[in-house]
């Protein structure tokens, strides 16, 4: 039982980050927060945050640091993140991260460790483009290492499965550029701070046993 613990899930677009989040909150009580998950509620419910973010997440690009900080914000404040909480793609820049600690502060909750999940860019970039997940449960499946038993459909709950529009080989190779120019800061700087710990394994359940070593 590792409850009580708030981690941030860090690692390149394919990297493992949401498939690791779910196994661990099939174990533990705790909150798992992606803020992709986040925005893409935001465009499916059709909101002006939504509209705006859809722009900038189908080249790629990312979201300004003010909103998704907000969005964390926000979420963070509701009692269920008492158990602990994932928080998955979020912070994204140096800028995000000092946003973070400002928000914790205030609401009197902090890190306890920071999970890097290091992946080859070609695995990256395979993985990402045969990547497939459900709309309705949001199961992560891959058209060439994680099949479903049904071909393109939901083990779990029998939806069509779907793939992301920023999933495309150029929209991906953009995504990976951002996360060596914006993201990869962030290592040293939780490196510095000791709280980071590195997941090398990248085998699904090989990646999974590890996080639950690491996390004890
Ligand atoms: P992945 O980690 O596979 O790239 P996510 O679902 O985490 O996918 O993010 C999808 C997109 O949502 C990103 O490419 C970006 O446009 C936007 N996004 C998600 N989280 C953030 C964030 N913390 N800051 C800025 N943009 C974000
Ligand atoms: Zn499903």
């Known amino acids: 039982m590792i409850a009580e613990k708030n981690l941030i899930f860090l690692g390149a677009p394919g990297a493992g980050k949401g498939t690791a989040a779910s196994a661990l909150t099939e174990r533990e009580p705790l909150v798992h927060i992606s803020t992709g998950d986040i925005l893409r509620a935001e465009i499916k419910n059709g909101t002006e945050l939504g509209k705006s973010a859809a722009v900038l997440m189908e080249k790629g690009k990312l979201v300004p640091d ?72 949001g199961r992560i499946y891959n058209k060439l290492f994680l099949p479903p038993k049904k071909e393109n459909t939901c083990d779990d709950c029998g939806t069509a499965l779907f793939q992301r529009p920023d999933d ?21 700087y939780y490196m510095s701070k000791n709280i980071l710990t590195s997941i090398t394994e990248v085998e699904r359940n090989k990646m999974v046993a590890a996080l639950f070593r690491k996390l004890g």
């Not at 964390?72 to 509701?78: A, G, I, M, N, P």
């Not at 991260?97 to 909750?109: F, M, N, S, T």
């Not at 951002?178 to 962030?186: A, G, K, M, R």
Request: charged share 35%.
């Open 66 to 137: 003010d909103i998704v900080a907000e969005m964390v914000k926000s979420r963070l404040r509701r009692a269920d993140c008492d158990n602990g909480f994932i928080l998955d793609g979020f912070p994204r820049t140096i800028n995000q991260a000092g946003l973070l600690e400002d928000a914790l502060q205030e609401i009197g909750r902090k890190i306890d460790a920071v999970i890097y999940f290091e992946v080859d860019d070609e695995i990256l970039l395979q993985r990402l483009t045969s990547r497939i997940s459900c709309r309705k449960c």
């Open 168 to 188: 495309s080989l150029e929209t991906a190779k953009e995504r990976l550029k951002v996360f060596y120019e914006n993201t990869q800061p962030l290592i040293d």
